[in-house]
């Protein structure tokens, strides 16, 4: 089994929404099992804040986690055009993989939620992407063969999934879902290839 591993932020909950789709589209190749893990926040001396393991929910990534992994999907929510602060601070973490190249040759891809149309998703997502190329990954998008990408009104980008997730926390749209569930399959089969 080829674990692909999802890790996130997620302040409000959409982005961890996205996260399950994305895994359902990796657990529907039967070679690939979907592994998410979520970020603590981080206090303003870019500390951790949080427990070391969450009382409930997603467990919180490790930098172990990475080393062992088929394939590397990255979530955050768009702060200023950016990823969000948690996120950041975890990747900052990776040195010691960056130097084993332990991440050398694997698929990566990303997604995001922000609140507005126009609040920056392709920007987060390449600020997520440019430590996966440190790395050595090989970064993928979703092709426009995702028929998604030519019909959506809200979220999905070529660049990644992505969600406009509104004031309220609006509901992921069909294809908003089908962009993620689409990333997910996409990672999972190029994770089998290079195998």
Known sequence: MHKILIVYYSRHGSVARMAEQ?????????????VIRSLPEVSASN???EATVPEEGVPYAQVSDLENCAGLILGSPGYFGNMAAPMKHFLDQT???WLSG??????????????????G??????????????????????PYSEPALNQTSTGATPYGASHVAGQ????????????????????????????
Request: include cysteine; proline fraction near 2%.
């Open 22 to 34: 994305i895994s359902l589209g990796i657990d529907s190749n039967e070679s690939c099992e979907a």
């Open 102 to 119: 332990a991440l050398i040759g694997k698929p990566g891809g990303v997604f995001t939620a922000t609140s507005s149309q126009h609040g």
């Open 121 to 142: 998703q392709e920007t987060v997502l390449t600020s997520m992407m440019l430590p996966l190329l440190h790395h050595g990954m090989l970064v993928t998008g979703i």
């Open 47 to 49: 500390t951790q804040s």
């Open 168 to 195: 309220q926390g609006q509901a992921l749209s069909d294809h908003e879902i089908a962009a993620c569930r689409a990333l997910g399959r996409r990672i999972a089969e190029i994770a089998c290839r290079m195998s």
């Open 95 to 97: 040195s010691r993989l």
